[in-house]
């Protein structure tokens, strides 16, 4: 099992920036990407970007190209999402999430079911 644990969230104006964290602990040695999720009140849960274990590709939704950069540390087992220029409609929980199978991911990189291992959410929030 492999357990995800976020970080970083909190509540900022628009334009500011903010970095949030996924710790991951467990059979770590498994995961082969991980990912950004977010799910704002009254909406489903959306792709936000996910990184390979090489770090050599990454896929991000339109909605936060260019603004958000997600980066990963192997050794500490960590991804990280630092999010630029704010806005209000990106307010929401946001999800980290990791999957051990490499076929799986390439199958299905921007959608939940191709993940495995799910965190419990940190909230941010926008004003504007």
């Known amino acids: 099992q492999v357990q995800l644990v976020e970080s970083g969230g909190g509540l900022v104006q628009a334009g500011d920036s903010l970095r949030l964290s996924c710790a991951a602990s467990?059979?770590?040695?498994?995961?082969?990407?991980m990912a950004w999720f977010r799910q704002a009140p009254g909406k489903e849960r959306e792709f936000i970007a996910t990184i390979d274990y090489s770090q050599t590709t990454t896929y991000y939704a339109d909605s936060v190209k260019g603004r958000f950069a997600i980066s990963r540390d192997n050794a500490k087992i960590t991804v990280s999402l630092q999010m630029n220029n704010l806005k209000p409609e990106d307010t929401a929980v946001y999800y980290c999430?990791?999957?051990?199978?490499?076929?799986?991911?390439?199958?299905?990189?921007?959608?939940?079911?191709?993940?495995?291992?799910w965190g419990q959410g940190t909230q941010v929030t926008v004003s504007s």
């Open positions: 999430a990791a999957v051990v199978e490499m076929t799986r991911w390439w199958t299905g990189p921007r959608v939940e079911s191709g993940y495995d291992y």
């Open positions: 467990g059979r770590t040695s498994r995961l082969y990407a």
